[in-house]
C-alpha cells in the first residue's frame, strides 16, 4: 500500500509534460488518478502522449489511472469530468491545477503588441480553468471536511518570464489559490500555488535542442531543471501529510517544499531553489499572515 491508497484525485492537462508527471507520482502513491486532456490520439497532437497512455501508466505505478477526455475551455465538459468524479468514487482528495494553454510563440521574441490577441487563450485555460475546476473541486470537498487543491505556477510570479500574458495569468493563479484558502480554511481545504523551473517535459526538450539561445537563460538552464514527476512527488508528500493545512494560502518554490518532504527527484537529486537568481514568492500561508 502506498501513503495515497484510498484516495482520488484529479490532474489537468495530463496528457504529457508536468501533468503527466504528476499523475504518474501520485498513482504510484496508490490514489486513483483521474486523468484529463484533450488529445485521445496519438496522431492528433505534435508530441507525444494520451490520456490514455497516461492512465495506462499509471496503473502500471500501482494506482488507478481512468482517462477523460476534456477541453478545459469549456465548462460543460469540465461539469461532466468532477459528475463522473461523484459518481465513481463518491470523494475527491486532490485537485492539481495544471492545464494551461501555451501557444506556439511563447518564447518567440517580440512585445506583446506583436503577439496576436490569441494569445489570450492564457486566461482561458490557465486561468479560468483553474477557478472552474476548483469550484467543482470544493463542492465535493468542503461536505466531506477535507482536500487539497494545487495550482501550477512559476517563478514568472514575480520574475518576467517569456511574456506579458503569461506573467499575468501566473501571477492571477498565485493569488487566487491565496484567496481560495481563505474561504476553504474553515472546511478544512487546502489550497496553495507551486513555482515550478524549468521541466523537462517533451515541449520544453523539444524547444531547448531547436531554440537557438534558450539553454542560456535564467529561466532555461537544464543544468537546474526536474522531470515532470518531480512536483508530483511534491504533491503527493502533501497529500500524505495530516498537517497539510499549515500550507494552506501560500505560494511555494516546489525545490523548497522538496527539501522539507525529503523529496528527491527520480534520479536521486535535490533540484535547485532559484531564489536568489529568479525571486521570492509573495503569499505566506493564511496561518502565517494572520500571526503578522
Not at 16 to 38: D, F, H, M, N
Not at 174 to 202: F, K
Request: aromatic share 6%; with cysteine.
Amino acid at each position: 500500500m502506498g501513503a495515497l491508497t484510498g484516495k482520488v484525485a484529479v490532474v489537468t492537462g495530463a496528457s504529457r509534460g508536468i501533468g503527466k508527471g504528476i499523475a504518474l507520482a501520485l498513482a504510484e502513491q496508490g490514489a486513483t488518478v483521474y486523468v484529463s486532456g484533450r488529445t485521445l490520439h496519438p496522431d492528433s497532437y505534435e508530441l507525444p502522449g494520451t490520456v490514455g497512455e497516461t492512465a495506462v501508466q499509471c496503473r502500471k505505478r500501482g494506482g488507478r489511472g481512468i482517462a477523460v477526455a476534456v477541453d478545459h475551455s469549456d465548462d460543460n465538459q469540465v461539469a461532466a469530468l468532477f459528475e463522473q468524479v461523484k459518481r465513481e468514487a463518491g470523494r475527491l482528495d486532490i485537485l492539481v491545477n495544471n492545464a494551461f494553454a501555451l501557444p506556439e510563440d511563447l518564447t518567440d521574441p517580440g512585445g506583446f503588441w506583436e503577439k496576436p490577441l490569441s494569445n489570450l487563450q492564457m486566461f482561458d485555460v490557465g486561468v479560468r480553468s483553474n477557478f472552474v475546476a476548483a469550484w467543482h473541486a470544493a463542492k465535493l470537498m468542503v461536505p466531506q471536511g477535507s482536500g487539497l487543491i494545487v495550482a501550477i505556477s512559476g517563478y514568472t510570479g514575480v520574475s518576467y518570464t517569456y511574456g506579458t500574458i503569461f506573467g499575468t495569468c501566473k501571477s492571477a493563479v498565485d493569488r487566487m489559490a491565496r484567496d481560495m484558502a481563505v474561504e476553504l480554511a474553515p472546511h478544512h481545504v487546502c489550497s496553495l500555488s507551486l513555482w515550478q523551473g524549468l521541466t523537462l517535459t517533451e515541449r520544453a526538450e523539444r524547444n531547448l535542442a531547436s531554440i537557438p539561445g534558450l539553454s542560456g537563460r535564467d529561466a532555461t538552464r537544464p543544468q537546474d531543471a526536474c522531470s515532470p514527476e518531480h512536483p508530483g512527488r511534491v504533491i503527493a508528500a502533501l497529500a500524505a501529510d495530516p498537517e497539510v493545512m499549515r500550507h494552506s494560502g501560500g505560494t511555494f518554490i516546489t525545490a523548497e517544499m522538496a527539501r522539507v518532504y525529503g523529496v528527491t527527484d527520480i534520479d536521486g537529486r535535490e533540484i535547485p531553489s532559484l531564489r536568489e537568481s529568479r525571486g521570492a514568492p509573495i503569499w505566506q500561508p493564511i496561518g502565517e499572515a494572520a500571526n503578522g
